[in-house]
C-alpha cells in the first residue's frame, strides 16, 4: 500500500481506450491502492487484469442502449464506498472527462463533503489518431480539434450547431457516432463541407480486435457499414487527415485548397 488514496476518497481514474500499456503509471497504482473499484463496460480486460485478485471490483457498466446501472445509482455506490471510509477507484473508460459523466460524480460526491481526484487518461481520439497514425492537427490546415458526441438520449433529437461545424480547418472527432455515421455525413455536407472531406473510422483502438477504415466524407455510412462489427468507434473528420494518406492523395488534397 502506498499512501496516493487516502480512505474515504474517490478517485475518477481514466483507463485509457483498452490496451493496458497506455494506462499512466499513476492510475496502475491507484488500481493496486484501491479498497474498492466500480468500472464501466468500456474499460479494457488488460487494464481490469491489473486488479489485484483480492480487491472488490464492481461492474457499473453502460453500453448504449444497455444501461446497466443508471447514473443515479451509480452516484449512491460511490457515495456509500467512500462514506464507509474505503479508498474508492472508479475506472473509466479513456479519460474521466471527456464524455465519461464525471461531472456528476464529481457534483454528487463534492456535495457530501468527499475528497474527490481525477487521474487523466487517454482519450478514444487520441488513440484513435494512433491507430490510423494521423496528427489531428496541422500547421496550416486544421488548427483547431472539435470533440463532439452524435449519440441523443433515447427519444431526443441532436441540438447540434452543423454549420459551426462544417469547417474544414477544424477535425472532428465524433464519440459514439457510428449509428450516426449517416446523419453526420449528410448534415456536414448541407451544412458546406466538401463531399471528398477524408474520415477515418476507427474502431476498437489499441485492441487486438482494431480495425481502421480509411474513406471519405461521403462514403462514410456505407464504409462503417461494410467494415465494421460491435466494438466502440470514433469517427474522424477533417481536410487535415488528407496529407497524410499516401503522396498522391495528399497531391490533390493541397492542390485543391491551393
Ligand atoms: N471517456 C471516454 C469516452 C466514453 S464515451 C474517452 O475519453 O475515450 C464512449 C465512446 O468512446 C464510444 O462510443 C466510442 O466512440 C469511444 N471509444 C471508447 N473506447 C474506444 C476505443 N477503444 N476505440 C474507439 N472508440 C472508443
Known amino acids: 500500500m502506498d499512501d496516493l488514496i487516502a480512505p474515504g476518497d474517490v478517485w475518477l481514474v481514466g483507463a485509457g481506450p483498452g490496451d493496458p500499456d497506455l494506462l499512466t503509471r499513476k492510475a496502475e497504482r491507484l488500481i493496486r491502492n484501491a479498497d474498492i473499484i466500480f468500472y464501466d463496460a468500456l474499460v479494457g480486460p488488460g487494464v481490469l487484469a491489473l486488479i489485484p485478485d483480492t480487491t472488490p471490483r464492481v461492474s457499473v457498466g453502460k453500453r448504449s442502449g444497455r444501461h446497466s446501472k443508471d447514473q443515479r445509482s451509480i452516484n449512491e455506490l460511490l457515495l456509500d464506498a467512500a462514506l464507509s471510509g474505503q479508498r474508492v477507484v472508479r475506472l473509466k473508460g ?147 487527415l488528407a496529407g497524410q494518406g499516401n503522396a498522391k492523395e495528399e497531391h490533390a488534397y493541397f492542390a485543391a485548397r491551393n
Not at 114 to 142: D, E, K, N, Q
Not at 197 to 211: C, F, K, Q, R, Y
Request: with cysteine; proline share 4%.
Open 94 to 240: 479513456g479519460d474521466p472527462g471527456i464524455f465519461g459523466r464525471a461531472g456528476e460524480e464529481i457534483a454528487h460526491l463534492a456535495e457530501h463533503g468527499i475528497g474527490v481526484y481525477i487521474c487523466p487518461g487517454i482519450t478514444a481520439a487520441s488513440a484513435a489518431a494512433a491507430s490510423a497514425t494521423v496528427s489531428l492537427t496541422m500547421r496550416g490546415m486544421a488548427g483547431g480539434l472539435t470533440l463532439l458526441t452524435a449519440h441523443a438520449r433515447a427519444g431526443a433529437t441532436l441540438d447540434i450547431d452543423w454549420a459551426r461545424l462544417a469547417d474544414p480547418a477544424t477535425t472532428l472527432c465524433i464519440y459514439m457516432g457510428k449509428a450516426a455515421a449517416r446523419m453526420v455525413s449528410q448534415q456536414l455536407i448541407a451544412a458546406g463541407l466538401s463531399r471528398d472531406t477524408p474520415a477515418i473510422v476507427v474502431e476498437n483502438a489499441s485492441l487486438p480486435n482494431e480495425g481502421v477504415v480509411r474513406t471519405r466524407l461521403d462514403l462514410l455510412e456505407i464504409a462503417t457499414a461494410a467494415a465494421l462489427r460491435d466494438g466502440p468507434a470514433v469517427l474522424l473528420i477533417g481536410m487535415a
